[in-house]
């Protein structure tokens, strides 16, 4: 049962990812990856990480897609997007090859290795803490500095982004 | 929980392909944009596979990481797409050769 929910949900996300490669309307495109970003969202629930997976909508889904969009709507790109046909592009041999072989590459790389079970979030823990405490108490002993540190870079990326877009 | 770790690498490589693929052929700013924001959700998802097979909280705070480099990204990346089309008037990315020497 979960196995087949897990397969179906992979087959959607493969299936709006190659939709937004294909899609010539960049609105389209857009729209798809907002699906595709559900999709990932559903398959984070399915490995019982709910924290993970809401974040997912609201940073992806949400955040991220609006500002796209908003560029899109923005650029008036229909006279832009001159590309050519990407599925030609795509199938001509060379990329696909490479595609596969990077797929083999990964399978066995990481597929069949035996993991050794470590740290902090066994299930029993899951229970009894939940998930957003035991995450909480990593971030802010263990990962104080990384954190701090994307603080700085959000904060960063927004005076840049200010900078950049400001008439002069 | 374990035994289907290899259905979601296999599908985390799977994504991260196409995304690559989509990167390397489209020619549009803004999809390539997208096809970069497709690599990055495969990568979440390798990271969550892994942090719920070894049980520890690592991978959860990667790809927090991950999520708030990707809004920072869409951010600037944004802005800079605007400001060549407000001084070139498209964004094909095979007609830029402004870093080209």
């Given amino acids: 049962m979960e196995q087949a929910l897990i397969l179906i949900c992979g087959i959607i996300a493969i299936v709006t990812a190659v939709m937004v490669i294909l899609s010539r309307n960049t609105v389209h495109s857009a729209m798809?990856?907002?699906?595709?970003?559900?999709?990932?969202?559903?398959?984070?629930?399915?490995?019982?990480f709910q924290f993970i997976a809401i974040l997912q909508v609201i940073v992806y889904a949400g955040a991220i897609m609006m500002f796209i969009i908003?560029?899109?709507?923005?650029?008036?790109?229909?006279r832009a997007d001159d590309s050519a046909d990407p599925l030609k592009n795509l199938f001509n041999g060379r990329y696909l090859l490479v595609g596969l072989l990077f797929?083999?590459?990964?399978?066995?790389?990481?597929?069949?290795?035996?993991?050794?079970?470590?740290?902090?979030?066994t299930d029993q823990a899951m229970m009894k803490l939940g998930?957003?405490?035991?995450?909480?108490?990593?971030?802010?002993?263990?990962?104080?500095?990384?954190?701090?540190?994307?603080?700085?870079?959000?904060?960063?990326?927004?005076?840049?982004?200010?900078?950049?877009?400001k008439k002069n | 929980m374990a035994e289907?770790?290899?259905?979601?690498?296999?599908?985390s490589a799977i994504l991260f392909t196409i995304?690559?693929?989509?990167?390397?052929?489209?020619?549009?700013?803004?999809?390539?944009?997208?096809c970069i924001e497709i690599m990055l959700g495969a990568v979440n998802l390798a990271f969550i596979t892994f942090s719920q097979a070894n049980q520890s909280p690592e991978g959860i705070f990667m790809?927090?990481?991950?999520?708030?480099?990707?809004?920072?990204?869409?951010?600037?990346?944004?802005?800079?797409?605007?400001?060549?089309?407000?001084?070139?008037?498209?964004?094909?990315?095979?007609?830029?050769?402004?870093?080209?020497?």
């Fill in chain 2, 4 to 11: 289907y770790q290899t259905i979601y690498l296999t599908l």
């Fill in chain 1, 70 to 78: 908003y560029a899109i709507m923005l650029l008036n790109l229909r």
């Fill in chain 1, 131 to 165: 998930e957003v405490e035991l995450l909480a108490n990593y971030i802010f002993a263990d990962g104080l500095l990384p954190f701090e540190l994307v603080s700085v870079l959000l904060t960063a990326a927004i005076v840049g982004a200010v900078y950049l877009a």
């Fill in chain 1, 103 to 121: 797929i083999g590459i990964v399978i066995l790389g990481v597929g069949f290795g035996p993991m050794a079970l470590k740290g902090s979030m």
């Fill in chain 1, 32 to 48: 798809w990856m907002v699906g595709n970003c559900f999709i990932i969202a559903v398959l984070f629930l399915l490995l019982h």
């Fill in chain 2, 63 to 101: 790809v927090m990481c991950v999520m708030a480099v990707a809004a920072a990204e869409a951010a600037v990346g944004l802005a800079i797409f605007v400001l060549l089309y407000r001084k070139t008037g498209f964004i094909n990315i095979d007609k830029f050769n402004l870093l080209k020497w």
């Fill in chain 2, 19 to 34: 995304g690559c693929g989509g990167v390397i052929t489209r020619k549009n700013a803004i999809v390539v944009f997208l």
